[in-house]
């Protein structure tokens, strides 16, 4: 079975420190490019972060630009959020999702994990 | 505030069809495919459309996606109860470098 299952949250003060895993598990998790989308309560999807398959290149929205740095182990199957500053506006779900890319172009997030809640709270 | 803009909200009674519409700019829907989000509440987003209209296995046909410029729409054929939840559009956006999303629209079968 295709799946990304999601760990690492929980509760920060402000300020400090969170790395989140996404374990995949049922397809070559070194094909794909993957990404990180948080929601917070009540909200919207927002867009997080992203790496291409290789971990040659990531990119950042411009809110976490800076304190949040992507990375994964393809040797484990897993991908990686280091967060770092954590603010009151980071709290939300934590999802990370697949990506397809198939010549140059993309299929969309196509698998998502159950996601996994961040908290920064005093 | 989105870079995609979505009704907030929908509604439709079983067996009709519904629209649900996103707009955008030229550096994201005018430049790239448009895809829709499914998330039912308390669970993960379901792909429903990519690149424009087209359908991953297993989402029936009721769900159609089309796309004209810097806009599109959701059309959903045939209501059923089992789909109310909310609904997203995205895109990748060339001047940010990554997806955007629009706020989403709640869907609700009356």
């Known amino acids: 079975e295709v799946q990304l299952v999601e760990s690492g949250g929980g509760l920060v003060q402000p300020g400090g420190s969170l790395r989140l895993s996404c374990a995949a598990s049922g397809f070559t998790f070194s094909r794909y490019s993957m990404h990180w989308v948080r929601q917070a309560p009540g909200k919207g999807l927002v867009w997080v972060s992203r790496i291409n398959s290789y971990g040659s290149s990531r990119g950042y929205a411009d809110s976490v630009k800076g304190r949040f740095t992507i990375s994964r182990d393809n040797a484990k199957n897993t991908l990686f959020l280091q967060m770092n500053s954590l603010r009151a506006e980071d709290t939300a779900v934590y999802f990370c999702a697949r990506e397809p890319i198939l010549f140059n172009s993309s299929w969309g997030l196509d698998i998502w994990g159950q996601g996994t809640m961040v908290t920064v709270s005093s | 505030q989105s870079v995609l803009t979505q009704p907030p909200s929908a509604s439709g009674t079983p067996g009709q069809r519904v629209t649900i519409s996103c707009s955008g700019s030229s550096s994201n829907i005018g430049s790239n495919y448009l895809y829709w989000y499914q998330q039912l509440p308390g669970t993960a987003p379901k792909l429903l459309i990519y690149?424009?209209?087209q359908r991953p296995s297993g989402v029936p046909d009721r769900f159609s996606g089309s796309k004209s410029g810097t806009s599109a729409s959701l059309a959903i054929s045939g209501l059923r109860s089992e789909d109310q939840a909310d609904y997203y559009c995205a895109a990748w956006d060339d001047s940010l470098s990554g997806w955007v999303f629009g706020g989403g629209t709640k869907l609700t079968v009356l």
């Open positions: 690149r424009n209209n």
